[in-house]
């Protein structure tokens, strides 16, 4: 969507049939749309955790960001303070923070490369990613794969989605074959 107004409109529309609990605009102001206790329809077909209907267990959060560049200081601000509270009302993990891209592979991209997940790692809001540690042997996928599934993601899509996929949150600028790097943001 083209700024805020126009989420909330369709965000509203029943005829949309999309939803979601809350709204952050670049500005900062959040909007509630959707009670916490309530089904939102914000993530669609996907799974995370090995579950599908991530409807039914999340609480959803747009933000008025096409992707392709940074997210505003006051809108990361708001949805900082908007995080630690869900949260703690809910007892949701850091783990547990995940964005379109992580239970959608391949259907969704958003939040996209610009978003700062190390930003809320640093705050105890999303997971912190693992360590580099070195390694002769080049790394394979099945390990990939494990150390994946363990994270929360679907194993079971093609390995070029998943690497993607895993990269699109962890290492956005990361190309090439599967690296040691991969496999290092996965463990914990």
Not at 28 to 43: D, N
Not at 138 to 143: C, H, I, R, S
Request: charged share 25%; proline share 7%.
């Amino acid at each position: 969507m083209h700024g805020a107004e126009a989420a909330l409109e369709r965000l509203c529309d029943p005829a949309a049939e999309v939803s979601a609990h809350y709204l952050i605009g670049m500005d900062g102001t959040v909007w509630q749309l959707v009670e916490e206790s309530e089904r939102a329809w914000h993530a669609g077909a996907g799974e995370w955790g090995g579950q599908g209907d991530v409807n039914s267990r999340s609480i959803g959060i747009e933000l008025d960001n096409l992707g392709n560049h940074p997210f505003a200081e006051p809108q990361m601000a708001a949805l900082e303070r908007l995080l630690a509270d869900i949260m703690t009302r809910w007892s949701i993990p850091p783990h547990g923070v995940i964005g379109h891209s992580d239970m959608a592979p391949g259907r969704k991209r958003d939040p996209g490369p610009r978003f700062d997940w190390a930003r809320l790692a640093r705050l105890g809001l999303a997971r912190n990613p693992g360590r580099t540690t070195a390694s002769h042997e080049p790394p394979g996928f099945d390990e990939f794969r494990r150390l994946a599934r363990a994270a929360g993601y679907d194993d079971t899509i093609p390995d070029e989605l998943l690497l993607e996929t895993v990269r699109l949150r962890y290492r956005p600028w990361a190309l090439g074959p599967l690296g040691a790097e991969d496999l290092a943001v996965l463990s914990t």
